[in-house]
């Protein structure tokens, strides 16, 4: 078998289309050598490289889509902070997702650091504070070939995974020391370059982060959060390209919407279609 890493992007739940791209690969018995990871696939990146069987995150996310209230709750107090400038910290998010990252990370309960990673891994966020991207990862010798990153390792694998899916303005963002970090695809949607310093030889990219189709009448507050931070990555994406990937698997996630729970089975299924599409050119 011939080495490889993986690129995941970011998606919001498009995301689960990542757990069915994996599980094909799985099926066939082929592991990657690295993994980057950003936003909903900065996520699924940490649980790949702590082995967590696919099958149990599969399910996880199962439930989560069909009890999403239980796992994310609004951020009263932070919203009545910033509102009424009280005492605590202002909201940095409209949502909680504190219970949804613990339940994910019960899945490798003996797992704390990102130094548990057992292959290289990085997922991405950006500091509001500096400016900074920033890439939480295990090999803190590592850098890619394009922009300015700061390196951080031996970080809380809650704080990684907090910080990489942290959409502005939608999810809380973590405030640990002095920054105030967000969803990794404010800087790069999709991290090829990172999956390349990972792991040079080959990179296989899974963008789930095609935006659906919507009409005007239907959008509201989570489409302007959501489509707004889709064209400002998709455009500094492109901009700031490096490599392109050796080949790049794009399931078909256009008709569901960012939030769509109830399209999680389907999204799973739709990521293991890509991949089995793909693999004949994967040469794996």
């Known amino acids: 078998m011939r080495g490889f890493s993986l690129a995941l992007s970011g998606g919001g739940l498009l995301g689960a289309a990542h757990l069915g791209a994996l599980k094909f690969l799985e099926e066939k018995r082929v592991h990657a050598q690295a993994v980057a990871g950003t936003s909903a696939g900065g996520l699924v990146a940490a649980l790949y490289a702590l082995n967590v069987p696919l099958d149990q995150v599969i399910a996880a996310g199962r439930e989560v889509s069909q009890h999403p209230t239980h796992y994310f709750h609004l951020n009263t107090g932070g919203l009545i902070h910033e ?41 991405t966020s950006v500091d509001l504070v500096s400016l900074q991207a920033i890439a939480f990862t295990n090999r803190p010798k590592v850098h890619p070939e394009r922009g300015r990153w700061q390196v951080l390792t031996n970080q809380p694998l809650l704080l990684a995974m907090q ?15 002095d920054r105030v ?86 999204l799973v299924e739709a990521g293991w279609i890509a991949m089995e599409n793909a693999w004949p050119s994967l040469d794996l």
């Open 83 to 123: 509102i009424w400038r009280g005492s605590g910290p202002p909201a940095t998010g409209l949502i909680k997702a504190q219970p949804f990252l613990e339940r994910l990370l019960g899945l490798a309960p003996h797992a704390k650091n990102t130094a548990d990673w057992t292959i290289p891994t990085v997922l």
């Open 163 to 177: 910080a990489t899916m942290a959409l502005p303005g939608l999810f809380e963002a973590p405030r640990p020391g």
């Open 181 to 266: 970090l967000v969803d990794g695809g404010t800087a790069d949607t999709l991290p090829i370059d990172w999956a390349y310093a990972l792991y040079a030889d080959r990179v296989v990219a899974i963008d789930v982060a095609t935006p659906p189709l919507v009409s005007a009448v239907g959008v509201g507050l989570a489409e302007v959060l959501s489509r707004s931070e889709s064209y400002a990555t998709d455009t500094l994406s492109r901009l700031r390209a490096g490599r392109e990937a050796h080949i790049t698997v794009r399931p078909d996630t256009q008709h569901v919407a960012f939030f769509g729970f109830k399209d999680y089975d389907r």
